[in-house]
Nanobody, 120 residues
């Protein structure tokens, strides 16, 4: 079965860094577009960053451009989110998302989320 397992969240001071990982299994990772979303309390889930199948193209929310970097290692079935210069506004649960074609349909899966708290 499809599994997306996030790790690397935690408590960090403003200006600090964290690296999130999402380990994927149960599907052909190299065929999936991967993304990171976050959801703060009382707010909707929002796209943070996305990366194409071979990693040739990435996109970012305006709020994280220049601070966050998404990358993937298709040999390890893992996608990463390097978060630098963290701000209190980055506090949220971060979710890994996979989208890929399956018998002509686009399917989508989510991880369980990892909490990131930016606070002094």
């Amino acid at each position: 079965q499809v599994q997306l397992v996030e790790s690397g969240g935690g408590l960090v001071q403003p200006g600090g860094s964290l690296r999130l990982s999402c380990a994927a299994s149960g599907f052909r990772f190299s065929t999936a577009a991967m993304s990171w979303y976050h959801q703060a309390p009382g707010k909707e889930r929002e796209l943070v960053a996305g990366i194409t199948i071979l990693g040739g193209r990435t996109n970012y929310a305006d709020s994280v451009k220049g601070r966050f970097t998404i990358s993937r290692d298709n040999a390890k079935n893992t996608v990463y989110l390097q978060m630098n210069s963290l701000k209190p506004g980055d506090t949220a649960v971060y979710y890994c998302n996979a989208r890929y074609p399956d018998y002509g349909e686009l399917v989508e899966y989510w991880g369980q989320g990892t909490q990131v708290t930016v606070s002094s």
